[in-house]
Every structure is written in structure tokens, then in C-alpha cells.
């Protein structure tokens, strides 16, 4: 097995085509070596490898050291140094690169190759002590905390300490006396601390470094993270060891990163920040506030920081080159790390650069426009999950502002909450309902659930490019960092800014917009669906085959829907429609009633105010399809449940509380979702089925008047499992139909169907065919019936199941889709073999996520169904599914 693969010198033995096998990192770099870039040499070991080790124990493959030290060779003789050589001593960086990006998820260590000896050379190699002994320090703190696992405040309080004695404020003024004395006192905390030395020998570093980045894959936040972007555990990562170039040397050096388009709004100008003298990690990290690459940008910023295109005009130019380059190679916006060692440019990494909603629909709608890429391709850019931050609202321009501070528009959109210092607050807070803001000085790796909990994201520390930055806009949670102004007391609950201390609980807003942090609640605008949005959904809508619906009941619901683009409603769940003032009494009353005619009493109330809301539908949907589902509930839901509760309702319905608390425990079941729900109560009290229909139909006659445009209901009955199920509700609708039809005086078109929620259902399908004019999957039901797991108890256990590997995706919010997809399956072609007309679609959950949409489209649906706000996801996805 080949475990190494080389790079440099103007030729790789990769390329972009092998990310899988060398992760993103390695794949590009070898890209970029193709391309005559200047890339430090180096080798990266393959994701193979990785597997390998945790397929055997976490043992490192046979064959693997002796091909790294070969391809080392190589590098150094490419570099003119060679590794662990005590005079000319090559020095390395060890970098993770997985298949997908996982930023700042796994371990890194530079300057490795370090140790008593060797820091002798580099600085007389370098004529610059300093300089080799700032690079001593890193490679210690770096490899203590990544290899070693000792924490790195450790080595900040040391720091911080020597700095304050000897009156330094920036780490550059320390001197390579100064570091030495650091050092030592570094080493020997090391050696108290684990009770071992710091490892002076190259070799012994390097397979340290290497097994930390393996290691690194199953780390606690590199889990998180693919859970939450649903990265599978088995691809496991690439390592790659690159000949180190240095930032930190001097005055000509510099480190930094970029984009080639701004990655926030989407803008068509280079958008990045550098550190003179320094190095990668210290631009990341926000240790120091980072300075703008172009001068366009400097000045917007209003810094007296001079930009790298002033300051190292000839890097600057030949970056500004390499971007363009590297953008037209890839046709995507790319996001890059580059370094400059004393005047010459290095490229150490380029992907394609992550990006806010906003900034994906520009780019992509600019892209197509500049004719580097076509419509399709366009619409294949867009992450149609993240469609969701441009639902956000934003803060009303109008609204008086009380600005407390400020900072980078890190992440777009508006969020209010109430403070809270730290990620566990957050969660707690977020479980209770309550909507918070996370504060910290910075955020690290370790904060991702708390940042996942809040409404938003403020820190006083860190550029658009740390940590808290990326993260916020990949999750579409606004964002405001570097506020510098503010002073953050998370241990005594405080927040001080332009004079005013606000406190845990207090009530801010964040404008991730354009960096402000407002004191209180401030009145928000809803999004803008035009624009850059309006064409990706027009190019989206011109190539999808299925339709997209919502579920919606509520006028408000429907509304929305429509503003979205929905094109009907998939399912009106009717029992929404009885929780209302009257309605709940009214219901109470019915089901209290010991007879037909009692029931049919309390039913008449009903029918008026069923038929009201049908109507009000009817006239939204303005001729449009609308499934309007039969009651599915169990009753129970809706009776009174504590003592106190009996007691109230039993006075306002009339009866006894003996009588009402007999009828509660009647009902009781001890499993209502396989109980008496759905159209077993339609079978039971076919009077209930009959008032609905008869509000259907009343209402598609008014409506079809109103509106001047026919009105056909689709009547669904839920959770059947029987043909004579479906016959015999079918025949009491019928009925109501010819009645209604009689009274009007004009006929009604309509369409009766059912839900397939149930496997017999599924594989009874050509039966219920017969009978059935549509099916639309409940597929809620359908994966809750099938896998034998309820559907509001399974997260505490399918969490587990997710961590151990069991299951990628939990079955409730990605169709499973080779269990109870199959039966999806098996029910569409059984139903159209039967009814080759029959009208398929999907109402469960599962309507609105991508993946399970685009299982819809290659078994051919008609349409989706999904709640309101992801009616856009859907399209998008619907579209993608076609291409
Ligand atoms: C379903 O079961 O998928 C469905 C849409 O119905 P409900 O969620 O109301 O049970
Ligand atoms: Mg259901």
C-alpha cells in the first residue's frame, strides 16, 4: 500500500482529484504544486493510513515510517536541510487535513524538529537569535499541549508573567535572552507537570506529532463537529509534514489568510487579514488583532495599520495573482493561508472558502454572470440547509439603536437574548426556552454547543477569521467579534462597555450586520426574499420536476408559505384547528357526550368555525391544492390532565368532576400512538369525519365564489392500515359530498386519499389504491411504525446510537432511507400500478430536508410537503435533485 504521497518542487504525486485519499489539505497542496505555485515540499500520509490505525488498535501501518523517512529525505534535499541534521536542520509543519474541512477541529504542530541543539543552528543559520528562539518557544507550548496533553495556560500565565516583569506588552519585544529564561521555565514545568522531559529527539517528535493528529480525529470537539455536519467517522484524516517556512522572521515576514471574494456579503474584492512577523496560529487564535491585506479594505476600516499592499508591495502583488489564479482553476471562491519569509511569498493551503447564505447566492448569481460557471452550476452552489439564516430577521433601520459597543460583522442577521458568560449557560438557558446571547472573550473548539444554544455570538477578542467567526457563519448564527471596547468578566458576571455594566440576564442585541451590540430589545424587519435569492429560486424553480407544499393550518402558517413560494398545502393538520378559545370546549363537550346525538350536538358548534378556517385557507391558497387531513389524535389529547385542571373544565362544560375524570382515565392508554387515533377514530365516530367533510366542502363552495377560481379539496384520511379502513371512511365523505352538492346546487370536485404511515399500508398499497385517489407519506409515522421507536421519546437513545456509530443520521430528520424508503418505495410503485394517475407525495418532516428530498425526486414524487420556513430548502433541493 502507497501510505505517502510527495509534493514540491513543482510536482506531486497527488492532485485535487484525490481529496478522499489525501484529504482537502493535501489534495491542494499538491494541486497547487501542479500549478508551478510556490508550496513548501513536503508529504502527506494518506487517510488510508489513518483508517488503518484505527481498524488495528491505533497502531501505525507497516511500511509507514520507512516511506516518510524516504519522502523526508526528498524534502530536505529540496529545502537544502535535512531532518534532525544538527547543522542545517530541516524544521516541519504536522497539520490534519480530513476529506471535508473541519476548522480548527484537529491538531496541528509547527516548528517541529526544535530542540536544544538545533535552535543553536536556525539562529546562526538565520543571523537572527530572536527569531529562532520565538520559534523554540511555539514548537514547546505547541507540542506539549497537542502531543503531550498538558494545557497551554500554563504556558500563557509563564508568559504573561516574564512580560509583565520585564515591562513587555507585545510578545515581539521579547528578546532571544528573554526567551531563553522562558524556556527553561517551560521546560521545567513540563517536567514537574508529566514527570517526563520535554522529547529533545526529531524523530521521536515527529511520530508524536503524527500520532496526535490521528488521535486528534475521535477528539470530543472533532466529533461534535461531524455529528453536526455529518461527516462520517470512518474517513478519517490525512497528515501532512511540510518543510516549515516562517512568518516570524522579522520585519519582511508576515502570515495571513484570505479570501478571494468577501466571504460575508459576497463581494467581488480580495477580503483578508495579516500579522507582521508572526505566526499561522497567531492570526487564527485572535491573539493579536489582525491588520488588512488591501488598502481598500484599510481604509474602510478606518485603521492606521498599514495594509500588506502598502507595506510588502511586491508579495502583495504576486498573491493578488495567485488569487486569481486560484479562483479561475477552481471556479469557486477559495480560501487561503499564506506566509512570507523574509520577502518571499508561500501558499500553505487553498479550499473553497466557507460563506454566509448571503454570500453563496452572490457569488454564485456573480459567478454565473462572469460565465465561469452555468445556471445549473449555480444552483448546485447553494447549501439549500442554509438557506435558512436569509430567513432571518434583521434590525429595523428605523429603530432607535442605544449601541453599547461594537465590533466585526462577523456573521450576519439580528439576534436578542440575554447575556450569558459561558457555553454550559447557554445550554441550560436554551433548554428552558430561553433565548440568550453567548459573551466570552473569545471562543474556542470547546464552546460549540454553547454557540449551537444561543441566539448569538459576541467577543471582545478576534478577527473575522477566529474561531468564533467561522463557526458563527457556518451555523447562520449572528455574530459580532473583536468588540475590544467592551471588558468581559465572565467569573463576576459582568460586561462593561462606554460606562454602562450590564450583567448576566441582561437583555442585548446583536447586529451581526454591521458589528453593533445594542442595549434591549430592538425592533427586527423581516428578510428580503429579492435579489440574489429571488434568481437562485427562479433558476431553481425553472429546473425541479416536483412541486413544493407546506404544512400549514394557520392562516399566518399559509401566508408565510405562500411569501416562500409554496405551491399548496400537503397537509392541513385539522386538530391544530380545536385547541382555540371555544374550540377546546366545544370538543370537550363531544367527547363527553354518552350518545350519537350528544356528540352530533357538539359537533354542530364546530362545523361553523371548521368551515370559517377552510375558508380562510381556500382563499390563500387561491385555487391552489390543499390536503386537509381528518382528525388523527388520540382524544385524550385533548381533556384535562392534572387534578386542578379537571376540576376547572369539569365547571365550564357542566359536568361532574367525577364524570370527567371517569372519561380522562377511559381514554388512557398506555400507547395512544398505537391506540385509538387516526381512522380507527374515524370508524368509531364516523359523525366526527362527516362534520369535517361537511366544513370541507362548505367551505370550497364559498371559496370557489370568493375567489372566482375552483377550489378542489383532497381529504386525507390518517393511519390507515386496512382497504375496508379507507372504504369505510371514503363512503361516509361520499355521502356527505352528494348531500352538500344537493344544498348548493353546484358540483364539487374532490379528491379522497390517504396517509401511508403505517409498513401494512405500504405493502398493502395496490389494495388501498383501489379506493385511495392520492398517498401522501407520513413518513413521521411511517419511521416510527417501522423501526418500532417513538418518535417523542427515540432522541435520548438515537444520540447514543449516533455517537457509537450505529446510525449516521437520526431516522427523524433524514429518511431512512433503505428501511422505511424502501417501503416508501414499494408503496409508490404498487400504488401506481393499480392507479397509474395516483398523486404521490410526502408530508412527515422529512419534506424539508434535502437528502430525504432527493430520494423524493429519483422515485418520482409529485411533491413535497414541508413547514413554512423550509418551503425554500425544499425548492432548492428539489432542484438540485433534478440536476
Ligand atoms: C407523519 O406521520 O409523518 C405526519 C405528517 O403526520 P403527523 O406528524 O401529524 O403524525
Ligand atoms: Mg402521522
Redesign the pocket.
Known sequence: TKWVYTFGDGQAEGSAADRNLLGGKGANLAEMCNLGLPVPPGLTITTDACVWYYDNGRKMPDGLEAAVTDALVNVGKIAGRAFGDPEKPLLLSVRSGARASMPGMMDTVLNLGLNDETVLAVARDSGDERFAFDSYRRFIQMYADVVMGLDHEVFEEILEDEKARLGHELDTDVSADEWRVIIARYMATIEEELGIPFPQDPHQQLWGAIGAVFASWMNARAITYRQLHDIPASWGTAVNVQAMVFGNLGDQSATGVAFTRNPSTGAKELYGEFLVNAQGEDVVAGIRTPQSITEAARIEAGSDRPSLEKLMPGAFAEFLAICDRLENHYRDMQDLEFTIQAGKLWMLQTRSGKRTAKAALKIAVDMAGEGLISREEAVMRIDPASLDQLLHPTIDPHAARDIIGSGLPASPGAATGEIVFTSEEAVEAAKAGRKVILVRVETSPEDIHGMHAAEGILTSRGGMTSHAAVVARGMGTPCVSGAGGLRIDARNGTLVSLGATLKAGDVITLDGSTGQVLKGAVAMLQPELSGDFGLIMEWADATRRMKVRT?AETPADARAARSFGAEGIG?C?TEHMFFDGDRITAMREMILAGSEGGRRTALAKLLPMQRSDFIELFEIMKGLPVTI?LL?PPLHEFLPKTEEEIAEVAGVIGVSVEKLSQRVDELHEFNPMLGHRGCRLAVSYPEIAEMQARAIFEAAVEAAKSTGAPVVPEIMV?LVGLREELDFVKARIDAVAREVIGEAGVDIAYLVGT?I?LPRAAIRAHAIAEVAEFF?????????TTFGISRDDASSFLMTYQQKGIIEQDPFVTLDIDGVGELVRIASDKGRATRPDIKLGI???HGGDPASVRFCEQIGLDYVSCSPFRVPIARLAAAQAAI
Open positions: 404544512n397537509l393538520r387531513r388523527d390518517p396517509m404511515e401522501s407519506f407520513g413518513t413521521n409515522d411511517l419511521t416510527q408530508c412527515g418532516e
